[in-house]
């Protein structure tokens, strides 16, 4: 039985707005009442995205209206959305789907799907391990973002195979030739953006495939353009920075860390060769998951010891796939393999402590735990920027004081944003 009360209102079926829920498709028309005037809202066939709930809540209207006709169809409607579940991450089904949906679809930056630009890729949300469309397009067949996409509680999703057709759709902001043409102003935060993006799809393809001699040198090439973009502008920085994941992207973390990396590096008075050997080394510093099942490396749910254990190995597969590629700077490889090391001796995989652990390394162990912490999962809340600060300064006998004291002036100067609420405070896995 529906959790929503249904009523009769001038030969209308009144019930609760709450009762429209995102990412289905409508039955039957929709109306509110304006001074027991009923305007339709929406059209039979609607889909329920983040603009038609925006559009709704602007109303101010508690209650929506259907015909009496489609009662039938009102309470089966009712039925299935009352019935839905919060997906259970221990359930095995709920975590095989969301290995799948992480697989098949790829995160993308929000921040510049425009609403009223014309696109030919479809757009998901996906949040609380569920995957609900926002907009149906297809090369050929475009769609409209509508209003809303920026603020809606998820990760922004396209599939794998649109990839190409979104990096078009960057490339048309940039050449002027889409419907919404931003500022001036804003056109080197979207160069800056659709270098990021390629980095993420560059790495999501070698994690696949780890020995692309060609993804290896497109992913050095990449994070030259990162150092150059950070070394030119810092306050590039806040645009390059995903601070709204619903969850742990490897390609997406990676290229936080790198972005992150550099520009402590620069901030700390490091040149532009050793910055970009920096960058290419945090952009690859997880290239080891790629040996890691996927089951685990996506896991929803928190990780056993011996999962943790296996994510952990990580380190050391990634700097034995380095090894085959003599493109790579040898001291980009001390990141991959330091990452995870703490100066106190306490980390992993070899316990180095002191001066064994290298700057490199230093540094990413910084920006790797605190883009980390400042992740939301599926399963926990996320450390605001503060507050992964005040954790990581908690642990100060585990980082390198000089460097922790530039990665904090650095974001002081950049201005990151501060998360408005953290449910519950994160342990940072991998």
Known sequence: MAKYKVYEYGGRKAFPAEGLSIGTRLPFDVFVNEGNVFRKLYDAGQLIGPEERASLRRTGATDVYVDARDAPGLDLYLQRTSSEKPADPGDPEVCREYFEHKRRYYQVDRMFLFPGSRVEFGIYLLGDLRLTPLVEAMEGEPGIIPEGVSAAAGDVVIRNEDIPLYQRYLDALLDGGAEAVPAPAEREKIRAVAIKEKSKAIIKDLIEDPRSGENIKKAIGLATQLTDCIMSSREIIHDLISLNSYDLYTYTHSVNVAVLSVAIGITHGMGRDDAGSLGVGALLHDIGKSGIPTEILNKPGKLSVPEYEIVKGHVLEGAKILRTHEAIPRSASEVVLQHHERISGRGYPYGLSGSAVTLFGRIAAIADCYDAMTTRRPYQGAYTPYEALFQ???????????????????????????????????????
């Open 392 to 430: 990581i300064t908690k642990e100060v006998e585990n980082y390198d004081r000089d460097v922790l004291e530039t990665f904090i002036r650095m974001l002081g100067k950049v201005g990151v944003p501060e998360k408005r609420h953290a449910e519950r405070i994160p342990q940072p896995l991998g």
